[in-house]
DNA sequence: GCCAACGTTGGC
DNA sequence: GCCAACGTTGGC
């Protein structure tokens, strides 16, 4: 099983969002690093930390799991869509993407500069400077780390 | 196939 | 709102 981060600007969809719809399609990602990972690399049961961007704080704000296979993104072919892709055609998709499903929020949410004093997320492509991935892959001691700092009390 | 110009991401 | 860093586009 592997663990990814999965970045959505806070206003445009949260956790609380998925919590209310239990699961969703990961719509809108339209850069083909993060789409190779979506369409070729997870496996349904992955979790994936749902992070929070463009939000007062970023950071990692809950939990949610990988359903089922790789599905075309409905919205590339939505002309009203602001995700429209003129090059894509329903033979030939060009992005895809998930259904995720609500697992739970961490008990608070852990910022992207509390991520930045761990030790094990050192290396995390998404605390490097100028990453804009918004879905990457994470290595069992980053996803434990960032777990085991929502069990505790900021400052701690 | 190069690369300048442009658009976007996302922390700050 | 700023802007550094990055990805994409398109002229050549």
Known sequence: MKYWLMKNEVE????DDLKRDKKTLWT???NYQARNFMRDEMQPGDLAIFYHSNAEPSGAAGIMKIRGKSL???????????YYDEKASHEKPRWFLREV???RK???LVSIQEMREIPACRDMLTLQKGSRLSITPLK???????LKASEKNPRG
Do not use: H, M, N
Request: charged share 40%.
């Open 101 to 103: 499903e609500f697992v």
């Open 12 to 15: 445009d969809y949260s956790i």
């Open 106 to 108: 961490l008990k608070r």
């Open 72 to 82: 075309a993104d409905p919205t590339q072919f939505e002309k009203t869509s602001d």
């Open 140 to 146: 069992k001691g980053e996803w434990d780390a960032i």
């Open 28 to 30: 809108g990602v339209r």
